[in-house]
């Protein structure tokens, strides 16, 4: 009797000593995620500094600054009352800004960053800005908020300025499509391609918006992040851009 209490004591602390490993390992996992994100948000506060700018405030960007920290620039996007407040590049492929931020270290954040088969961004038909939807709220997560109509009320343009131009980008339209979509397009042969696809999207639009002139002689651009709804969904957001001179 006295054997089989040992041999349940030592039974219950083997099991008492491999659930404290699991514990001990999860909790230095999501501490090294806290970390994570915090060295994000600290990086591009930085970035908000180089560019002239107060934490987390708008307005005229250095982007001389900004080209000798990281030529890839290419733009600032901001969306009032959101954390969307950030630096666009574009690199040679799309995998090198996926997970490095605008100093180009290592961070789950990424950066926000322009598909590299853009030939001219914004000046071609349709630019495409990729970015992540972290769960700390960061980068492109504010964008599955425009499936809201309350929130596209309040928040119907974005603020784009690149370093010859500053845009209004007139939000008009907001649908969940896979990764492989045709809607990723660059190939424009005709003005007819052209206004099938407006019509398209507009038509597909999961929120009703206000109906923006949008024409085959105009600029589009739209902006990319990861939804969960199916296998390698995409939630995409659609702007016009219209120049502010």
């Known amino acids: 009797m006295e054997k089989e209490k040992k041999t349940n004591q030592w039974f219950y602390r083997i099991i008492i000593l491999i659930l404290c490993c699991v514990i001990g390992f999860c909790l230095y996992k999501i501490g090294g995620i806290i970390y994570e994100y915090y060295v994000g948000a600290k990086a591009y506060e930085n970035v908000q500094e180089i560019a002239g700018l107060e934490k987390d405030k708008f307005g005229d960007i250095d982007f001389k600054a900004l080209a000798k920290e990281n030529p890839d620039i290419c733009a600032w996007l901001h969306s009032s009352d959101t954390i969307i407040n950030y630096p ?118 999961e929120t009703k918006m206000d109906d923006i002139d949008v024409t085959a002689e105009d600029k589009i651009v739209m902006l990319s992040t990861c939804t969960y709804e199916f296998e390698d969904a995409r939630l995409v957001v659609f702007g016009k851009l219209e120049e502010v001179k």
């Open 88 to 205: 666009v590049v574009q690199g040679k492929d799309n995998d090198f800004y996926l997970y490095r931020m605008f100093n180009k270290e290592w961070n789950g954040k990424g950066s926000l960053f322009i598909d590299s088969r853009n030939a001219k961004p914004f000046e071609d038909f349709n630019t495409i800005i990729y970015g992540h939807r972290m769960k700390d709220g960061s980068m492109f997560h504010s964008l599955t908020k425009y499936r809201d109509e309350e929130f596209y009320k309040d928040h119907k343009t974005m603020d784009l300025l690149t370093p010859n131009k500053r845009y209004i980008l007139k939000v008009f339209s907001v649908m969940t499509i896979p990764a492989d979509s045709e809607l990723y397009r660059f190939d424009w042969y005709t003005e007819g391609e052209k206004e099938e696809y407006i019509r398209t999207i507009k038509s597909k639009s």
